[in-house]
């Protein structure tokens, strides 16, 4: 079912609600309707085979009544993703905007103008006692900040306390309130006393508020960049296309622009050259060559002449196509591109478990390690253990030692870790896909990061998967006709590639020898035989048509001179297709099916990472040996059905060992999913996103390579945010706490603190980023 949202015009009642629902529900092909009266929308369920949403807004159109008339328009609801990215962005910008409207005078008014001499004098002026100008300036500055702009502390912290958890919100709340507070009886004993000096730290509340929240601001507009790749995806598609109507003899009638968002199933659609392709379909009228770095990453523009596929979002280059739309709206490659990235980037990885886990312990350690700093400092103060000089001007020593308990409760904040892992996956999903590499998420890259062993499958992974028969042999005394009318009779109602290519080959035989009208017989009780091949009754007789496995289970006996045929193809990494009539070997095919040409490249440098390569087919042992021998494989199971792909699986897996299973996502599902990491190769259009944890678009078997490196790069980008996250909190903690002050009088100040904290979150979020720059390892061998 696919889904469109229509805004309606006209509407100004109930019952005009209800007359348009009673119209669109009594459409063919609709399944849902769902109206918003007070916006004016409908919302319909429809099958893009039966309707589209051009007819849906001329059924709106019919049922309008005598002079009220109804008028519907495409509605395309805003990507909520979207807007919540740029809501949390303008919030955190107003947010710190507004604090440094009030701290940054603060800041002035306690750090600048009291140096600049006679500038800050007036700040010194006495209004009650010991309260100054300038004290009362800061309180009234600060008290906005830290209740206000600092509620979001306040009420994150209220949860986190709630669900007897702490988190960053709880020290910033801890430490900015004993600033505050501290500072508000500072003031509040100037005001009644007439010798008391005291020093307030509102600027310290005010600035380290202020510091945070511009971390937080660059945090956000660091992960919106982390998402750009994302972006770049779903703009790739035309915003309008090019409508053809054309009658019964395929002469164009008419030609009409339209949004992409109205074309329906089987509509054809003219692209222009220097055009972008507006939705998935067939070419049926024209040649050219199509860009499809975009979706692939292929850089060669690749030829597409009537009965090619052509994707959404590519770039038409030379020649006028047209072309019949096939998958429109949310069933597009692109579209199910942009929604397995989506997913990829929402999905959390194993490895946060670990910062979630630091954090639980982190913070009540922090609070202690606070509270001990605090009289560590405070109690030999009162004590006199140390020389009264350290103690700096305007301060007494439990205000030291109080700036010394907030700055490593400030310092120590771990923010940053729940950063490390979200921004390096979201950076590395969005980098994969626009190289044509989908992986599934955190889950997928950390597997795919301890992979230890590969799964192949042979034909259309190591094999280009378009097999070519180069021979064909009769051992008994049908007439080739025959013979060929018989094979194609049986294999034609199967979708193996082998067998395509031997239902080919027959009918061109059968053009040679005898007449070139063919009349294809129908087989009855055609049944495919997993992994062996397929039989059927043509006409009175019982054609069977597979390998050796095949015949050997229907009982048929293989005679010397066709095992010697079979062993001399095997030999030459051929694969024999056995025909038997009436439990007789009537003639054979050999078929071959050539290495991609980056197979044995890939296979060694995988090797050389330390993965062991394995060979998975149904095809016999002979062939297999050969192809496995050509690319370098140690290891073959040979003649294995789907479901044995799964087992042999599941037996490495009792092993110990993390398997990948590189397959073409159709017959090896089960192996798919069996794998600690399945990966479907050359998916193109028909994504197998189910069975697969990474999907390769492309059929370039260079892609392998690139989803475990990009995992691995990934995983210990991910490791080293760890350290940047909590390298600031264990070098900063002994600053903060004092350690250096007795030797070189070294302190952090509180509002330092802030800025270190904020610096690690930023550091985090460019070491992220530093991902982008990924190069594929053989990208250079393929060039």
Sequence with gaps: MNKVHLKIEGVNSIEDATTIQAFLESSQGVNHVEMDL????????????????RSLIQRVEEASLGPIIYHASLYVPPRRRETEKLQEIRTYRNQFFMSCLFSVPVFLFSMVLP??????????????NMLSIGMLLRWILCTPVQFIVGRRFYVGSYHALRRKSANMDVLVALGTNAAYFYSVYIVIKAMTSKKFEGQDFFETSAMLISFILLGKYLEVLAKGKTSDALAKLTELSPETAYLITRDSDGNVVSEMEISTELIQRNDVIKIVPGAKVPVDGIVIDGQSHVNESMITGEARPIAKRPGDKVIGGTMNENGC???KATHVGSETALSQIVQLVEAAQLARAPVQKLADQISKFFVPTVVIAAFITWLGWFIPGEAGLYPSH??????????????????????????????????????????GASQGVLIKGGDALEKAYKVKTVIFDKTGTLTVGKPVVVSAVLFSSFSMEEFCDMATAAEVNSEHPIAKAVVEHAKRLRQKVGSSAVHVAEAKDFEVHTGAGVSGKVGEKMVLVGNKRLMRACNVTIGTEVENYISENEQLARTCVLVSIDGKIAGAFAV???????????????????ISAIMVTGDNWATAAAIAKEVGIGKVFAETDPMGKADRIKDLQG??????????????????????????????????IEAADIVLIKSNLEDVVTAIDLSRKTILRIRLNYVWALGYNILGMPIAAGILYPFIGIRLPPWLAGACMAASSISVVCSSLLLQSYKKPLHSANS
């Design 655 to 688: 092993k110990g060992i993390t398997v990948a299973m590189v397959g073409d996502g159709i017959n090896d599902s089960p192996a798919l999913v069996a794998a600690d990491v399945g990966m479907a190769i050359g998916a193109g259009t028909d994504v197998a």
């Design 321 to 323: 196509l047209l072309v």
């Design 592 to 610: 071959t099916d050539p290495v991609k040409p980056e197979a044995g490249r890939v296979i060694s440098y995988l090797h050389s990472m330390g």
């Design 38 to 53: 007070a916006e004016h929308k409908v919302t319909i369920n429809y099958d893009p085979d039966l309707t589209g949403p």
């Design 390 to 431: 350290w103690i700096p001007k305007a301060m007494d020593g439990f205000e030291l030692a109080l700036q010394f308990g907030i700055s490593v409760l400030v310092v120590a904040c771990p923010c940053a870790l729940g950063l490390a892992t979200p921004t390096a996956v979201m950076v590395a999903t969005g980098k």
């Design 115 to 128: 140096m600049l001499h006679p500038y800050g004098n007036w700040l010194e002026y006495r209004i009650q």
